[in-house]
């Protein structure tokens, strides 16, 4: 509701009325008063832009009704200033990827292969990654951030990733606040869940072989962690490009991969399976 409204010098005229039109002047009320102008929920509007006028004017006045245009007023009367009232709905869009699950090794973690698609509106925007009660641990800035955060440093524990969308005034933005303590004009996406859990023997329940790889990598999986159902193999360089994404049969608890035509580098390859669980690790190929 807008507040502080104010009407100031001098008034004439027989009869008097508040009118609210949409940006093409259409009337989209007639408070009788300021009272009534200061009640109304603009926020039911949704979004947009709509102007708040007072008018003066005699009997005979032609044109005076919702859904006329106020520009076809027709008779004695007198229009003051509008007053502009905009209506922004932020939209965050929609982020994929994971759930993911990282053990806590010492080995970095970090979610590679996570993206932000759908509409997105308003003037600012943040990524907000908080705990499972919902403090907030950070506020990367960009989603190149976002893939760059070590979440095995933050040790044991859930966490959960949010895409933000607000226009300025926002309060309880920062570290160590509740995200349920946002106040202002904002639009949350949906969360990623990130879940770090202690390491089991064999280097989180996945060890790569040899290291670095030339022709072969070998993946030896953890039976209680995997199972023996098939396992999706996603590598992807350190700029989130995808080299290789392929679903692979385990044999006796392990995968093995032909790197040979895979340039030389750094890569982190993530294994999952149709459980939702999933690990990721660093690999050199030379």
Same mark, same amino acid.
């Given at each position: 509701?807008?507040?502080?409204?104010?009407? *100031?010098?001098?008034?004439?005229?027989?009869?008097?009325?508040?009118?609210? &039109?949409?940006?093409?002047?259409?009337?989209?009320?007639?408070?009788? *008063?300021?009272?009534?102008?200061?009640?109304?929920?603009?926020?039911?509007?949704?979004?947009? &832009?709509?102007?708040?006028?007072?008018?003066?004017?005699?009997?005979?006045?032609?044109?005076?009704?919702?859904?006329?245009?106020?520009?076809?007023? &027709?008779?004695?009367?007198?229009?003051?200033?509008?007053?502009?009232?905009?209506?922004?709905?932020?939209?965050?869009?929609?982020?994929?990827?994971?759930?993911?699950?990282?053990?806590?090794?010492?080995?970095?973690?970090?979610? *590679?292969?996570?993206?932000?698609?759908?509409?997105?509106?308003?003037?600012?925007?943040?990524?907000?990654?908080?705990?499972?009660?919902?403090?907030?641990?950070?506020?990367?800035?960009?989603?190149?951030?976002?893939?760059?955060?070590?979440?095995?440093?933050?040790?044991?524990?859930?966490?959960?990733?949010?895409?933000?969308?607000?226009?300025?005034?926002?309060?309880?933005?920062?570290?160590?606040?509740?995200?349920?303590?946002?106040?202002?004009?904002?639009?949350?996406?949906?969360?990623?869940?990130?879940?770090? *859990?202690?390491?089991?023997?064999?280097?989180?329940?996945?060890?790569?072989?040899?290291?670095?790889?030339?022709?072969?990598?070998?993946?030896?999986?953890?039976? &209680?962690?995997?199972?023996?159902?098939?396992?999706?193999?996603?590598?992807?360089?350190?700029?989130?490009?995808?080299?290789?994404?392929?679903?692979?049969?385990?044999?006796?608890?392990?995968?093995?991969?032909?790197?040979?035509?895979?340039?030389?580098?750094?890569?982190?390859?993530?294994?999952?399976?149709?459980?939702?669980?999933?690990?990721?690790?660093?690999?050199?190929?030379?």
């Amino acid at each position: 509701m807008v507040s502080g409204l104010s009407l *100031t010098g001098d008034r004439v005229g027989s009869m008097s009325s508040w009118i609210i &039109t949409d940006d093409q002047g259409k009337i989209l009320g007639l408070p009788p *008063t300021l009272d009534a102008v200061q009640g109304v929920d603009f926020d039911g509007a949704g979004a947009g &832009t709509c102007f708040i006028y007072y008018l003066r004017y005699e009997e005979g006045l032609m044109g005076l009704a919702p859904d006329a245009n106020i520009a076809n007023i &027709t008779g004695t009367f007198d229009l003051s200033n509008s007053v502009e009232v905009v209506r922004n709905q932020p939209e965050a869009g929609e982020l994929v990827g994971g759930p993911y699950t990282f053990e806590v090794d010492g080995s970095a973690d970090n979610v *590679t292969d996570i993206d932000l698609i759908g509409n997105r509106a308003g003037a600012n925007s943040s990524f907000v990654i908080t705990d499972e009660n919902g403090v907030i641990l950070g506020l990367p800035p960009s989603l190149d951030a976002v893939r760059g955060v070590d979440f095995d440093a933050a040790g044991e524990g859930t966490c959960f990733i949010y895409h933000l969308r607000y226009e300025d005034g926002l309060t309880g933005l920062e570290p160590e606040s509740n995200l349920g303590d946002l106040m202002g004009c904002f639009d949350l996406s949906n969360r990623i869940e990130v879940i770090r *859990t202690k390491a089991s023997s064999g280097k989180g329940g996945v060890r790569l072989f040899p290291l670095p790889a030339s022709e072969v990598l070998n993946i030896s999986l953890n039976a &209680t962690t995997f199972g023996k159902s098939d396992v999706n193999v996603l590598m992807v360089d350190l700029a989130g490009n995808t080299i290789r994404n392929s679903v692979n049969k385990v044999i006796d608890n392990g995968v093995s991969l032909n790197v040979q035509t895979v340039p030389s580098g750094l890569y982190i390859i993530k294994i999952s399976n149709q459980e939702g669980k999933s690990i990721s690790k660093k690999v050199i190929i030379r």
